[in-house]
């Protein structure tokens, strides 16, 4: 399968910045990216799909103006959390699509203070 | 739409216990089927999968039969370990991305 990188690990940023988070595919050309967001014990949240070249699919109820998503190559893919309060803590895992399913980054944990 | 359920957690078993994580789905037509694990402070990998009726996905000993007749994907293992700990969460792929289940912990204690 695809091996998929995020950087960074963990970060801790003040509330009112932005914090940008990189997902890399590693091995594997991808066109369509995935960014998910899990809050403590509980399952993913898909929050939107990104294309290579294009704007980012967001799903309802998150806020396209904050969680930015770049998608400028086949190998990278970015999420910028704009102005960031601590209802943003969370953990964000970054997914590559492959040929039969979704291959998983390690994920980000992000902490505002 | 397409969605998955599993059994609640979190589910605590003795080392060399037999395990069952109850799985079923409802899609239209007949999907892709996937047991994920997450270990604590990681993300998902893929643990097994299933790509039609009666395949059977295996690996590290673990074990899911994909059932058409009864729309399930139950996820069995004969003996677990304490290395197993951790969160399991069945998905069906749907139109071009996953559906997960709410996912279930296991807690194996020596």
């Known amino acids: 399968g695809a091996v998929v990188s995020q950087h960074p690990s963990r970060v801790i940023c003040k509330s009112g910045t932005s914090v940008k988070i990189e997902c890399r595919s590693l091995?594997?050309?991808?066109?369509?990216m995935f960014w998910y967001r899990q809050f403590p014990k509980k399952s993913l949240m898909l929050m939107a799909t990104?294309?290579?070249?294009?704007?980012?699919?967001?799903e309802q109820g998150v806020e396209k103006d904050k969680f930015l998503i770049n998608h400028a190559s086949l190998t990278l893919s970015t999420l910028t959390v704009t102005s960031a309060h601590p209802e943003d803590s969370s953990f964000y895992i970054c997914?590559?699509?492959?040929?039969?399913?979704?291959?998983f980054g390690p994920g980000t944990r992000l902490l505002v203070l | 739409g397409d969605s998955v359920t599993q059994m609640e957690g979190p589910v605590t078993l003795s080392e060399e216990a037999f395990l069952t994580i109850n799985c079923t789905y409802t899609?239209?037509?007949?999907?892709?089927l996937f047991w994920y694990v997450q270990y604590p402070g990681e993300g998902l990998q893929l643990l097994l999968k299933?790509?039609?009726?009666?395949d059977k996905g295996s690996n590290k000993g673990f074990e899911a039969t994909y059932r058409k007749e009864t729309t399930s994907f139950h996820l069995e293992k004969g003996s677990v370990q304490v290395s197993d700990s951790a969160v399991y969460f069945c998905?069906?792929?749907?139109?071009?991305?996953?559906?997960f289940g709410q996912g279930t912990r296991l807690t194996i204690n020596p």
């Open positions: 990104s294309n290579e070249g294009s704007k980012a699919t967001y």
């Open positions: 997914s590559v699509r492959g040929l039969e399913t979704q291959y």
């Open positions: 091995d594997f050309q991808a066109t369509t």
């Open positions: 899609a239209t037509g007949y999907p892709s």
């Open positions: 299933a790509t039609k009726a009666d």
């Open positions: 998905a069906l792929m749907g139109a071009q991305k996953l559906v």
